[in-house]
């Protein structure tokens, strides 16, 4: 019994295949946006919330235009950035690390968190990197 599930199972193919660079993208649109507006909030929260804040906002300031495709970003062809998964994902995940010692930024982290765990697997899943039009058609090849 166990010889024929591992067949099952080694010979599988999804139907629907998990992008999940393209995950790891969208979820960190809304971890920036996040980022940014609890770390206005955290500045109000002790001379460590301040400080944190501070690193809050400009980093949710400086992410959301590399991963929202904005017209001079498509145009440039920064949005490809992102599309580094071996860098991006461990990256994500320490950037992360300060949010979780603020009160407001506990909102924040785990979505930080968990795009940096979707890139990470991307790069471990051996994904191929989307092009800036693939990119613009949301991720559809």
């Given at each position: 019994?166990?010889n024929f599930?591992?067949?099952?199972i080694?010979?599988?193919?999804?139907?629907i295949?998990?992008?999940?660079?393209?995950?790891g993208?969208?979820v960190?649109?809304?971890?920036?946006?996040?980022m940014?507006?609890?770390g206005m909030i955290?500045?109000?929260?002790?001379?460590i919330?301040?400080?944190?804040?501070?690193y809050a906002i400009?980093l949710?300031?400086?992410?959301?235009?590399?991963v929202?495709p904005l017209?001079?970003?498509?145009k440039?062809?920064?949005?490809?950035?992102f599309?580094?998964?071996?860098?991006?994902?461990p990256?994500?995940?320490?950037?992360?690390?300060p949010?979780y010692?603020?009160?407001?930024?506990?909102?924040s982290?785990?979505?930080?968190?968990?795009?940096?765990?979707?890139?990470?697997?991307?790069a471990?899943r051996k994904?191929e990197s989307?092009s800036k039009d693939?990119?613009?058609?949301?991720?559809?090849?």
């Open positions: 019994m166990a599930c591992m067949k099952k080694r010979y599988y193919t999804p139907r295949v998990v992008q999940f660079n393209h995950w993208r969208t960190m649109m809304a971890g920036s946006e996040l940014f507006i609890c955290s500045l109000f929260y002790g001379w919330g301040f400080f944190i804040g501070i400009v949710g300031a400086l992410i959301f235009p590399f929202w017209e001079t970003f498509k440039r062809g920064y949005i490809v950035i599309q580094k998964f071996k860098i991006v994902g990256v994500l995940i320490l950037i992360s690390i949010l010692f603020v009160l407001p930024l506990l909102l982290a785990p979505v930080v968190s968990f795009s940096g765990l979707l890139y990470t697997l991307a471990l994904e989307l693939k990119i613009m058609n949301r991720g559809r090849v």
